[in-house]
C-alpha cells in the first residue's frame, strides 16, 4: 500500500527532462528495471513512452546502466563446472611427485621463504578489497543522502560549491563527485533552501536541478526556496531566475520574488510577501 501511494505520487514527473544519470538514479524507474513482473509499474513506463518516443534511446541507455550495474563482478559458476574444477585439483593432488624431506637448512630458507610470500599475498588481497571498496563506496563515487531530525537545521556544501539549508524532517540525495559529464541534480524531500552557483553555460544538460516528488526545477545562478509538503509544494524564488518543469505543461519561469504552489501536477501564483 504504501509503495502503490508513492507510486501515485511520482509518476507525474517530468522525465523527459531528466538525463541518462538522472534517470538511473530515479527510484520509479530502477522498480522499472529491477522488478518487469510489476505490472502497475511496467504499464506506467510503457504508457510514457508511447507519448514520450524521443527519449526511447535515453531509456534504454539508463536500462543497461542499471543492468551492467547490478550483474555481479565475477560469473557464477553452474555445478558442472564447479565439479570439474574439483575433479582437476584432486587430479592435480594424486600426480604430484612424493616430496623427500628436507635438509634442516633448507627447511628454515624454505619456512621464511613460504612465510614471507603468505604476508605478501594476504597483503595483497587486502589492499585489492580496499581498493575495490574505495572505487565502490569511496566519496568520488556513491551516493550521498543527508537527513534531519525534527528542530534539526544542516548546512550542505555540494560539489560545484553550492549550498543548500536542509531544515527539519528532510533529506536530500546526490552523487558526490559532479565532473562536466555529470549533471547538477539533487533529490529532496521535505524543506529546504538553496544558494546556486552561477555557471556561463546555461544549456540544458548544465542548469542546476532539484527533483521533488510533484516538480524538476531548474535554475542557474539563483537563491530560492522550497516547501514539500503531503499535498503539495510551494517554491518560492529570491534571486535569478528558474523554470518549474510539470508534466504535460510548458515550463514556468519564475522572476525574483514570485512563489508558487505545486499541487495534483498544475502550479498557482501566490501572492507576495
Not at 24 to 33: E, K, M, S, T, Y
Not at 139 to 167: C, G
Not at 187 to 210: M, Q, Y
Request: aromatic share 10%.
Amino acid at each position: 500500500m504504501a509503495y502503490t501511494q508513492q507510486f501515485y505520487t511520482v509518476s507525474h514527473k517530468p522525465y523527459s527532462v531528466y538525463t541518462v544519470e538522472e534517470l538511473a538514479l530515479d527510484d520509479l524507474f530502477v522498480r522499472w528495471v529491477q522488478y518487469p513482473n510489476d505490472d502497475e509499474v511496467v504499464a506506467y513506463w510503457q504508457n510514457w513512452l508511447d507519448q514520450n518516443p524521443d527519449c526511447a534511446d535515453k531509456v534504454e541507455t539508463a536500462r543497461q546502466l542499471i543492468i551492467e550495474g547490478s550483474k555481479p563482478l565475477l560469473p557464477a559458476l553452474s555445478s558442472d563446472e564447479i565439479s570439474s574444477v574439483w575433479g582437476r585439483i584432486r587430479e592435480s593432488f594424486q600426480t604430484m611427485e612424493d616430496l623427500r624431506p628436507l635438509q634442516p637448512d633448507v627447511r628454515a630458507v624454505v619456512g621464511w621463504w613460504y612465510f614471507i610470500r603468505t604476508v605478501a599475498a594476504a597483503l595483497g588481497v587486502v589492499l585489492l578489497i580496499g581498493w575495490a571498496l574505495w572505487m565502490q563506496y569511496g566519496p568520488n563515487q556513491s551516493v550521498s543522502t543527508v537527513s534531519t531530525d525534527a528542530n534539526q537545521t544542516r548546512q550542505i556544501q555540494l560539489p560545484d560549491n553550492s549550498f543548500i539549508t536542509l531544515h527539519a524532517n528532510s533529506s536530500v540525495k546526490y552523487v558526490r563527485r559532479w565532473t562536466d559529464e555529470t549533471p547538477r541534480a539533487v533529490w529532496l524531500k521535505g524543506e529546504a533552501d538553496f544558494a546556486v552557483v552561477h555557471r556561463n553555460d546555461t544549456s540544458s544538460a548544465r542548469l542546476f536541478r532539484v527533483h521533488t516528488a510533484d516538480i524538476t526545477i531548474e535554475a542557474v545562478g539563483t537563491t530560492f526556496q522550497v516547501r514539500e509538503r503531503p499535498k503539495s509544494t510551494c517554491v518560492a524564488l529570491t534571486s535569478g531566475q528558474i523554470n518549474l518543469l510539470l508534466k504535460h505543461q510548458d515550463p514556468i519561469r519564475l522572476q525574483p520574488g514570485d512563489s508558487f504552489e505545486i499541487a495534483t501536477g498544475s502550479a498557482k501564483s501566490l501572492p507576495n510577501h
